[in-house]
């Protein structure tokens, strides 16, 4: 959707290496969030941010990390990438309050092997 | 913590069938509901939300919802199919600024 970007589209990356996926928007929306969407499970939410250097954890957060150090940015970390990564991530936005529902990004399809 | 259960994993229908896809959720406070469809290789958008007022939501392409406040349930429903609904369709709850999804529910239409 306009407005949000998530970058790479596609990774391939070997067992142990650490990899950074970006999530940009231009809404100067509050609200950012990252969801993994497995077959089976659904969307998962891994961390969150309500705020620039506000961040907390979803239900599925162990072996990740996340930064926001600008409005505009989310970025999602895997320290040491496992298979278990393997996985589609979704990047979303919001704002606060009122009638707002939530845009998703094209999503990042990782691949760890 | 919030909470969402989609009862039909795989739902298989024929051109111009009626729909109605189950949702469950669990939620202690006041309620946003929504449903998102994600077309084969797409990302999600967003069908319809519910807020509050009218129970009864018209969303996009001839899709409504129904909330139910006593039954935890925010059913999806459309009254006559097409081959392109084939989709995954997901329901969601948002609490404490946090939007938990169910499982999904994958829906192929047969021509």
């Known amino acids: 959707d306009a407005g949000i970007t998530q970058s790479p589209r596609h990774k391939v990356t070997e067992t142990g290496t650490p990899v950074t996926l970006r999530c940009h928007q231009t809404e100067n929306h509050r609200y950012m969030y990252w969801y993994r969407q497995d077959p089976g499970h659904g969307l998962r939410l891994i961390h969150y941010s309500y705020g620039v250097k506000d961040t907390d954890k979803g239900e599925v957060s162990d072996g990740y990390s996340v930064s926001r150090s600008k409005t505009e940015d989310f970025l999602l970390t895997l320290e040491s990438a496992t298979s278990s990564q393997t996985s589609v991530y979704f990047c979303?936005?919001?704002?606060?309050?009122?009638?707002?529902?939530?845009?998703f990004g094209s999503g990042t399809r990782l691949t760890v092997v | 913590a919030q909470s969402v259960s989609q009862h039909n994993h795989h739902v298989i229908l024929s051109e111009a069938a009626s729909l109605e896809l189950g949702c469950n959720y669990s939620?202690?406070?006041?309620?946003?509901l929504f449903w998102y469809v994600q077309y084969p290789g797409q990302h999600l958008q967003l069908l319809l939300k519910?807020?509050?007022?009218?129970?009864l939501v018209k969303g996009i392409k001839g899709f409504e919802a129904e909330f139910i406040k006593s039954k935890f349930s925010f059913n999806l429903r459309k009254p006559s199919v097409q081959w392109s609904d084939t989709a995954e369709y997901f329901c969601a709850v948002r609490g404490n600024e946090k939007l938990t999804f169910g499982t999904g529910t994958r829906l192929t239409i047969i021509p």
């Open positions: 939620y202690g406070g006041t309620v946003n």
């Open positions: 979303a936005i919001t704002e606060r309050g009122g009638n707002y529902g939530y845009t």
């Open positions: 519910y807020f509050s007022g009218d129970p």
